[in-house]
Structure formats: structure tokens, C-alpha cells
């Protein structure tokens, strides 16, 4: 009898073996799924808030730069960035165009007039403060003569050479002959070069919440600040919460976050 009591145990046992361990295989794997959701879900978040803080704090940096610009030029502050942003882009547009706008000029701009004092090749000052650079490698050629000129001194003609653009001041000179010979060489130099950069109105806008940086201008100077006032959240994946605060301000160039 007890043969064939422990042979029914042993069947018994086989029988439920598979489905327990299917189950504790689905419990696992469930669990490992939860695990890596855990870790994962909210680093990705992380690098969203980090993302959005530091494209926030780069478009009011872009409306420092603009404001200083601006009271450069005009000898006050623009409370309204749009503003700014469009006169400035404006004088780098005439100056790019006209290499003889600088000095006292006039903007016109949707029927108002700003009287600047535009500094010469402003364009060059706009491109390295806000547009993206790049090198580049040039091959340049370069043309020597190879000419005479007359030496008081000792009474001779002394063989010189002189690049051609300087050969073509001092052709007309009459202590000068020549040339003699002409030569050409290579050489390869790196350049900085600069991408096409406009100031959008995005620049003004707060990326988390669309809302218009605030601009205060006074006699003391001006200061941005961040429109989000106190904590901003918002569900993410049923679980999680996406979270941001105030992104800072500057004032008179004086950076918040930076100290």
C-alpha cells in the first residue's frame, strides 16, 4: 500500500510542477519589467527637465545679449523682447546689406521709428555672440614678383620680392622695375565661418509653458525673469511626474544660476 501511495505522490508532484513554474516564470518576469521600468522611466524624465531648463536658460541668455545690444545702440532697454529681438535683427540686416550703415540711422519697423547708433559691421558682432560657428579649411594661393629697386645708398638696384597685392600699390613707383619674375605657392588656412542664425519669437516664450519671459526695465538697468512662478507638474507614464521650477533671472547681466 505504501508503494503505491508515494507513486501517486510522485505523479501528483509532476503534474503540478509545469504550471507552478509557469507561473513563477510570468511573476519574474513581471517583476524584472517593473525593475527596469523603475530605473529607467525616470531617468528619461530627468533628461527632460534638465533638457527644458537648459534651453530656457539659453533663451534668456539670447535676451540678455539682445538687450545689451539694444542699449548700446539706443541708450535704453526694451521691455517687450519681441521688440528688441526684431530691431536688432533688423540693423544686422542693413548692415550686412550696406557697408556704409553705421553711425547715427534710423529704424523703421511697423510704423515706429528707433534712431541707433549703429556700430560698423554690426553684422560681424551679431554672428559671433548668437550664430553657430564652424572651421573651415581653405587652400589659398599666394602671388610673388620678383622686382628691382633702385638703393640710394649704394647707388644699385637690390632685387626684392613683394606679394601682388602690394606689387600693384607700388607699380606706378619709379624706384621700382620689374617684375622680374613671377611665382605662386599654396597654402591651406582654417577659416571661421558662420551659420545663417535668426532671432525667432520662440527666443521669447518659455519652452515648458509657452508664457512670455518678463522684462523690467527702470533707470537702474533691466532684469528677465521667468514667467513660472512656484512648482510646474504634470503626469507622465500613469506613475510618474514630470517636475520644474522657476528656470532663474538675470539682471544687468547678473546670472542667477550661475551663482
Sequence with gaps: MSSEKDIAKV???????????????????FLALVLIIVI?????????????????????????????????MTGKYESDPLTAMKVISAVRDSTRADSNFFGEQIIRLNSKK???????????????TFAFSYI??????????????????????????????????????SSYRGPLEVETSERVME????????????????????????????????????PLQGEYKENRYFFFTFKDTCFGWIENDQISWER
Design 191 to 226: 577659416n571661421t565661418y558662420y551659420l545663417p542664425y535668426y532671432l525667432t519669437e520662440k527666443f521669447a516664450y518659455n519652452p515648458l509653458t509657452n508664457e512670455q519671459f518678463i522684462i523690467i526695465t527702470d533707470s537702474q538697468g533691466y532684469k528677465i525673469k521667468d
Design 40 to 72: 529607467y522611466v525616470p531617468t528619461i524624465i530627468w533628461r527632460e527637465e534638465d533638457q527644458i531648463r537648459n534651453e530656457g536658460r539659453r533663451r534668456m541668455l539670447i535676451l540678455n545679449s539682445v538687450q545689451k545690444y539694444y542699449h548700446q
Design 11 to 29: 505523479e501528483e508532484i509532476t503534474e503540478y510542477k509545469p504550471a507552478l513554474i509557469k507561473t513563477l516564470n510570468f511573476v519574474a518576469l
Design 114 to 128: 528707433f534712431k541707433m547708433n549703429v556700430p560698423k559691421n554690426f553684422y560681424s558682432n551679431f554672428d559671433t
Design 136 to 173: 573651415k579649411k581653405d587652400t589659398a594661393i599666394d602671388t610673388t614678383y620678383k622686382v628691382t629697386k633702385w638703393n640710394n645708398e649704394l647707388f644699385s638696384w637690390d632685387t626684392v620680392y613683394i606679394l601682388a597685392e602690394r606689387w600693384r600699390e607700388l607699380e606706378s613707383d
